[in-house]
């Protein structure tokens, strides 16, 4: 055995690919790579020493598109970018019956189920619940993914879309751990993560690349632009923002704004390298030796970020980030949401 492609629910990625690193296995792990900020760590540190193929399960970075819009912010085609929004359409978790259903939620749930099930006879649910706390079984956690809102189990869209979403501006923007992460929504629940919510980054200058902003919108919220039809009112998005002028991308499309500005624009001749295919890149990189795209070096900070997203909001504090030492120096309170002790027979030791 070669590789090893972890598909699991995310509270069981970090407790599968871990052995997989330390016995010298090519890794293939879907996103997110981890369930919190500390999984993210120990996997990123284990990866570099374990010094194998390894690709975090986002595919749209193999895409040609995604390569386009880097290429664009990094040769400065709209000036310097000092911020960016990011925003995604789906609305499940927390919320009302009537926005569930509005909104297309696979499950409405506000609280912990009382009811004991039995499980299905192909499941193992005890294995499933792995190093979570253990609770009985109940079809508002299974099959997938309706077990990605609670958060003893996933961390609802931020963590999942965000994987995909702030992959362009992390990319692009060359981003590494933010300073400061503030986050708004509805009062956090104890067990459900929300429908709804925003987080604003803020990050140091990179380089040449200045300080910048970074603002997720999930659900209902969406940028002030967006709102005021400042810009193609597109469901699901990436705005860069820079001193000349604004790029607007999707998964698959990418326009510059404003487009009568840029109406004779040549863009740069291509310098990123068309990938095989996101899957296909792994297969090589493990028979070569060759890159990834996606390497637990660049997806364990990315999904640090993305986890301090939902920190901030449960702890409902804007968080000073010290990434060195993994703390948020000025609220303490913030560590329970950092990492968590497993349940016991499970360990990442």
Not at 202 to 217: D, F, K, Q, V
Not at 242 to 257: F, N, P, R, T, W
Not at 286 to 299: D, I, L, R, V
Request: glycine share 8%; proline share 9%.
């Amino acid at each position: 055995m070669d590789g090893v492609v972890v598909s699991t629910p995310e509270h069981i990625h970090a407790y599968a690919t871990l052995p997989a690193l330390k016995a010298g296995k090519h890794v293939y792990c879907e996103k997110p790579l981890t369930w919190n900020v500390e999984e993210s760590r120990i996997i990123t540190e284990a990866a570099a020493k374990a010094d194998v193929a390894t690709q975090m399960g986002t595919q749209i970075h193999g895409m040609p598109n995604y390569r386009r819009v880097v290429e664009l912010i990094q040769s400065n085609a709209i000036g310097p970018v000092r911020e960016v929004h990011v925003w995604v359409s789906r609305a499940w978790g927390l919320q009302s019956a009537e926005d569930a259903k509005k909104n297309g939620d696979i499950v409405h749930v506000t609280e912990r189920p009382t009811e004991k099930m039995t499980p299905p006879p192909e499941l193992n649910w005890d294995l499933w619940i792995g190093p979570a706390p253990y609770r009985p079984f109940n079809t508002a956690y299974f099959p997938g993914p309706k077990w990605y809102r609670w958060w003893d189990f996933g961390n609802g869209t931020m963590s999942d879309l965000g994987s995909h979403w702030n992959d362009l501006p992390f990319w692009a923007l060359k981003l590494d751990a933010p300073l400061t992460i503030e986050a708004f929504g509805p009062e956090p629940h104890p067990e459900i993560a929300p429908a709804s919510m925003s987080a604003v980054y803020e990050y140091g200058s990179r380089g040449e690349m200045p300080a910048c902003t970074l603002t997720w919108h999930q659900g209902t919220s969406k940028p002030e632009i967006w709102k005021a039809g400042g810009i193609p009112q597109w469901g699901n998005g990436v705005l860069f923002i820079g001193d000349d002028g604004m790029v607007l991308s999707d998964y698959g499309k990418h326009i510059l704004l404003p487009e009568d500005k840029f109406q004779n624009f040549e863009p740069p001749k291509p310098f990123i390298p068309d990938s095989p295919g996101h899957h296909a890149e792994w297969v090589q990189a493990c028979k070569t030796g060759s890159e990834t795209g996606s390497p637990f070096s660049y997806a364990g900070p990315l999904t640090e970020a993305n986890h301090l997203g939902n920190v901030a909001f449960r702890a409902g504090k804007k968080l000073e980030w010290d990434a060195e030492n993994m703390k948020a120096t000025n609220c303490p309170e913030a560590d329970q949401f950092l990492k968590r002790t497993p349940r016991e027979g499970w360990s990442l030791s």
